[in-house]
C-alpha cells in the first residue's frame, strides 16, 4: 500500500530535549515536505526536499533541522524544542517538484512541548 | 503576513444544499490553485486544483471557480452529503516562467465544513 508514515503520532517532551520525527515513503517520490498546522493559522511548510540531500527552508524553518540522505526518509529535528513548537505536524511526500499538487500526506505527529 | 486567507473558520449546510467555500491569496506570482480536504486524525488529501490559464475546473460534485482580478477562488460541493464534513483547506504554488514549481505550497487557515443530515 503506497503510504507517508510518521514516527511518533504523538510525543509529549520537555523543553530543551532533543527530538527527532521520522517521516518514510514507500512511492519512490522525490520530493518531500514538513508543514505544521496551528488554529487559525493553517499549514505552513517548514522544510522541504526536492531530491535526496537537497533541502531547502519554507516559511517556519527557524528551530528545526532536515536532513535527506536517502530518498525515502526525510527527518524533521528539533535540536532544543521550545513550548512555541507544540503543534501538529505533516510530512508529504510527491512524485517530484512538478507534482506538488498532488501531495501525499502523512497522518501527522502531535507534539506536545511543556 | 498570510498570503492565503480563508476568512470564514465554519460553514454549515444542510444535505442536498450547496456548500461554498471561499479563499483569497494576495500574492501575483502564485499560479497554481488547489483545495485538500482533511478528516480529524488523519493528513490532508488532494481534492481538485485549477490553474490560473483557467476560471473553472470540475470533478464530479465538486468545481473550483478562480477569479484571478479579484484575487479569489471558490470551492462548491453540490449536493453537499454528510460525509463531505471536514476541514477544507486551499493552497497555492508559484510558477516560474518555465511552468514549473518552486516548489512551495502555501496553504490557508482551513474552514470546517459541517453538513447536517
Known amino acids: 500500500e503506497a503510504q507517508v508514515t510518521q514516527n511518533p503520532r504523538y510525543l509529549i517532551t520537555v523543553t530543551g530535549k532533543k527530538l527527532t520525527v521520522t517521516c518514510s515513503q514507500n512511492?519512490?517520490?522525490?520530493?518531500m515536505s514538513w508543514y505544521r498546522q496551528d488554529p487559525g493559522l493553517g499549514l505552513r511548510q517548514i522544510y522541504y526536499?526536492?531530491?535526496?540531500?537537497?533541502?531547502d527552508k519554507g516559511d517556519v524553518p527557524e528551530g528545526y533541522k532536515v536532513s535527506r540522505k536517502e530518498k525515502r526518509n526525510f527527518p524533521l529535528i528539533l535540536e532544543s524544542p521550545s513550548p512555541n513548537q507544540t503543534s501538529l505536524y505533516f510530512c508529504?511526500?510527491?512524485?517530484?517538484?512538478?507534482?506538488?499538487?498532488?501531495?501525499?500526506f502523512g497522518p501527522g505527529t502531535r507534539l506536545t512541548v511543556l | 503576513d498570510q498570503q492565503v486567507k480563508q476568512n470564514s473558520p465554519s460553514l454549515s449546510v444542510q444535505e442536498g444544499r450547496i456548500s461554498i467555500l471561499n479563499c483569497d491569496y494576495t500574492?501575483?506570482?502564485?499560479?497554481?490553485f488547489l483545495w485538500y480536504k482533511k478528516y480529524p486524525a488523519e493528513g490532508p488529501t488532494f481534492l481538485i486544483s485549477?490553474?490560473?490559464?483557467?476560471d473553472k475546473n470540475e470533478d464530479g460534485r465538486f468545481t473550483v471557480f478562480l477569479n484571478k482580478s479579484a484575487k479569489h477562488l471558490s470551492l462548491h460541493i453540490v449536493p453537499s452529503q454528510p460525509g463531505d464534513s471536514a476541514v477544507y483547506f486551499c493552497?497555492?504554488?508559484?510558477?516560474?516562467?518555465?511552468?514549473?514549481?518552486?516548489?512551495?505550497?502555501?496553504f490557508g487557515q482551513g474552514t470546517i465544513l459541517t453538513v447536517h443530515p
Open positions: 508529504a511526500s510527491s512524485l517530484d517538484y512538478l507534482s506538488t499538487d498532488t501531495q501525499y
Open positions: 512511492m519512490n517520490h522525490e520530493y
Open positions: 526536499s526536492m531530491n535526496v540531500e537537497v533541502t
Open positions: 500574492n501575483s506570482m502564485f499560479d497554481y
Open positions: 485549477i490553474s490560473s490559464i483557467k
Open positions: 493552497a497555492a504554488i508559484p510558477l516560474n516562467a518555465g511552468g514549473t514549481s518552486y516548489g512551495k505550497l502555501t
